[in-house]
């Protein structure tokens, strides 16, 4: 059925390609645009059967060599699927959303798109994301009855209206995109506990497909430029928009990479792997990322919980044989050597001060945390939502316990698998924990370390 799926969608891609065929007949070559943040295609010519574009061959980036990965007949994320649903059904959902879904009756938000995302309905679209995402990890039919009624609709509901000139900020331009990608996660982890029959199936995987392919990341803000993959300073440059190379790539990438597996589609992880590319550029030598780092007083905010990604994918490419945490990033830093830096991050808020002043994105600037302690900070709005520093280091073993294992076995001292005290148990940043696929391949070991 899947190879089946696979060949409908690519022929359907070829039909109704994003730039036609060319006059002589053949498919156009794709490549990466001058600037790096998105696909172009062009008639004469090929492929580079290296898989660099000429522009990571040109200005120094290290090659993307996540091209090389290739998908893998009946792949499956976890070994042990009995013993994570039981462990999924324990993760509590945060309070304030449960308090808050009863007012915004998030499932029937989601599913019906209504009220439609716009800069009054985000904050409320935000939250029912993660609660829907809560609630999908110990009950996945819910998601999978979601997407279904999204595939099924007369009128897709997940579309985007353009950015105009009288917009500021196109809400829907942020929330659609990155649903679509955090619940094709969702869909990529508990693919076989959702139930449809064979046509709802094929409904469903042509239809995330057919969204996370046709994902071309414009500038959200009127008049902006996209980040410049060859200039990592581009992205809190006054006339960028940064979100073109940032969170919603980040998503989708992700959510692209993980169908991608599951679907055995490596069209779709080929895709995947481009896009994250880019978002993984804006990662200096020394393993922080100037995106999240240059968010004024959001700082910490944003460079912690998007490192829950590093781990997600280390979980995730340990399946197919590859130790991402030894992942060499475009600018030469390893995968790891972020996550280090981010641990020392937790510890001291200042260590991003040298971009975080250019406020990118925030209107809560820099300067309303720049002059406090670090015992200071952390009793902010800003710092209370960022981490449950009262519990030390047990967040961050949680949500990076491979890392952990590997590279700093001295914080693996406590029971990983019981501790709930996470701000971040459910995100509407990320569709799966990286916890789920660590407990799901390593089940006997984090049980033993429970008893211990």
């Known amino acids: 059925m899947k190879k089946l799926l696979l060949l409908l969608i690519l022929s359907v891609f070829s039909a109704q390609s994003f730039s036609g065929s060319c006059p002589d007949g053949s498919e156009p070559v794709k490549s990466v645009s001058t600037d790096g943040t998105y696909f172009v295609y062009n008639c004469g010519g090929s492929a580079d059967s290296s898989n660099e574009t000429s522009s990571t061959k040109s200005n120094g980036l290290v090659p993307n060599t996540l091209k090389q990965i290739k998908v893998e007949k009946n792949w499956e994320p976890v070994a042990d699927f009995e013993a994570l649903k039981e462990y999924a059904k324990l993760v509590p959902i945060g309070e304030f959303r449960v308090r808050k879904n009863k007012e915004w009756n998030c499932v029937d938000r989601i599913t019906n798109v209504n009220p439609y995302p716009t800069e009054d309905t985000h904050r409320a679209w935000f939250h029912c994301q993660a609660y829907v995402h809560g609630l999908g990890a110990s009950n996945p039919q819910i998601v ?23 917009g500021d900020y196109n809400v829907a331009g942020y929330d659609i995109p990155s649903t679509i990608g955090t619940f094709a996660q969702s869909y990529g982890l508990w693919y076989d506990e959702i139930a449809y029959t064979p046509e709802e199936r094929e409904r469903v995987d042509a239809y995330i497909t057919r969204k996370l392919m046709e994902q071309q990341f414009p500038v959200l803000n009127y008049g902006l430029k996209p980040c410049d993959i060859n200039n990592i300073n581009s992205v809190y440059h006054k006339d960028t928009g940064a979100n073109n190379c940032g969170n919603i790539r980040m998503k989708v990438s992700v959510g692209e990479i993980m169908l991608g597996f599951r679907l055995e589609n490596q069209t779709l992880l080929d895709k995947g792997h481009d896009d994250i590319y880019v978002v993984l550029a804006f990662i200096n030598e020394d393993g922080v990322n100037t995106n999240h780092a240059s968010r004024g007083a959001n700082t910490v905010n944003y460079s912690w919980e998007y490192t829950y990604y590093s781990s997600l994918l280390a979980e995730l490419y340990a399946t197919v044989g590859y130790d ?6 475009p600018h030469g830093a390893k995968v790891h050597e972020h996550l280090s830096f981010n641990y020392k991050l937790l510890k001291d808020f200042t260590l991003t001060k040298k971009w975080a002043h250019h406020n990118v994105g925030s209107m809560n600037r820099y300067e309303n945390i720049s002059n406090l302690t670090q015992e200071e900070y952390q009793k902010t709005d800003n710092g209370q939502n960022v981490y449950s520093w009262e519990d030390g280091d047990k967040e961050f073993v949680k949500a990076h316990t491979k890392f952990v294992k590997k590279y700093m076995p001295d914080l693996y001292s406590f029971a990983v698998k ?11 940043n990320f569709g799966v924990h990286p916890y789920m696929l660590h407990l799901g391949n390593n089940f006997i070991e984090e049980n033993d370390n429970v008893t211990q």
């Open 418 to 428: 019981n501790y709930m005290g996470s701000n971040f148990n459910e995100s509407p």
């Open 324 to 329: 991402y945490l030894e992942h060499t990033l």
């Open 144 to 166: 999978g009855d979601i997407l279904l009624t999204w595939a099924s609709a007369k009128k897709d509901p997940m579309f985007v209206i353009p950015t105009t000139k009288s």
